[in-house]
Nanobody
Framework: QVQLVESGGGLVQPGGSMMLSCAAS????????MGWFRQAPGKEREFVVA????????YYVDSVKGRFTISRDNAKNTLYLQMSSLKPEDTAVYYC??????????????????????WGQGTRVTVSS
């Protein structure tokens, strides 16, 4: 049974930093690509960033480039999202997602929510003074 559990959300002031984690279980290490999505109040869920199964390839939505950093530790089956220079518009519930990816080059990432088979329950991030 696959399970993704996010942690690390909370309240942070504008300009501050926060790290989110996503612990995966039930998946073979290194066999799945992952991503972060977010859903702001009253808005649809949107893609934030994706990472390949090796961790060597990443893709960021323009609005977070230079501020957010995705990484993964396959030995720990854990995904991270380091967020800095946070803005009020980053306020949202953040979801991690995973999908099996067995590409030979280990460089494929996915940016569409429908490409992901597994989702966490979400962690709320509020950026406010």
């Amino acid at each position: 049974q696959v399970q993704l559990v996010e942690s690390g959300g909370g309240l942070v002031q504008p300009g501050g930093s926060m790290m989110l984690s996503c612990a995966a279980s039930g998946l073979t290490a290194g066999s799945y690509a992952m991503g972060w999505f977010r859903q702001a109040p009253g808005k649809e869920r949107e893609f934030v960033v994706a990472i390949s199964r090796s961790g060597g390839s990443t893709y960021y939505v323009d609005s977070v480039k230079g501020r957010f950093t995705i990484s993964r530790d396959n030995a720990k089956n854990t995904l991270y999202l380091q967020m800095s220079s946070l803005k009020p518009e980053d306020t949202a519930v953040y979801y991690c997602a995973a999908t099996i990816s067995l590409d030979y080059a280990r460089s494929t990432y996915y940016t569409r929510s429908r490409d992901y088979a597994y989702w966490g329950q979400g962690t709320r991030v509020t950026v406010s003074s």
